[in-house]
């Protein structure tokens, strides 16, 4: 088993940075892909980003791509997620998740094996 908890999340204006972290416990999680999620008030859940698990690759939703960036430090079994030139429409709920099996494009969160209990993440205009 694998325990994930997320924090960092916040309240931040348009135009702001935040950086969230999850935190794994449990089992190293060196061995999966590692993503993040959101969910939005009355939307479904998306995906937002995946890393490999050596940390080299990296894959984007087209919504964040060149303002967020994922990285891992497999030392310290942490994932991180740098949001830069944050939007009003980036607030949610944010998630990290682990993967076992899955390659890094791929979106859909029923191949996530743990997830965390989310991080409130809200953008003010």
């Known amino acids: 088993q694998v325990q994930l908890v997320e924090s960092g999340g916040g309240l931040v204006q348009a135009g702001g940075s935040v950086r969230l972290s999850c935190a794994a416990s449990g089992r190293a999680v060196r061995p999966y892909v590692m993503g993040w999620f959101r969910q939005a008030p009355g939307k479904e859940r998306e995906f937002v980003a995946a890393v490999s698990p050596n940390g080299y690759n990296t894959y984007y939703a087209d919504s964040v791509s060149g303002r967020f960036t994922i990285s891992r430090d497999n030392a310290k079994n942490t994932v991180y997620l740098q949001m830069n030139s944050l939007e009003p429409e980036d607030t949610a709920v944010y998630f990290c998740?682990?993967?076992?099996?899955?390659?890094?494009?791929?979106?859909?969160?029923?191949?996530?094996?743990?997830w965390g209990q989310g991080t409130q993440v809200t953008v003010s205009s």
């Open positions: 998740a682990a993967s076992y099996y899955s390659s890094i494009r791929d979106r859909d969160g029923r191949n996530y094996d743990y």
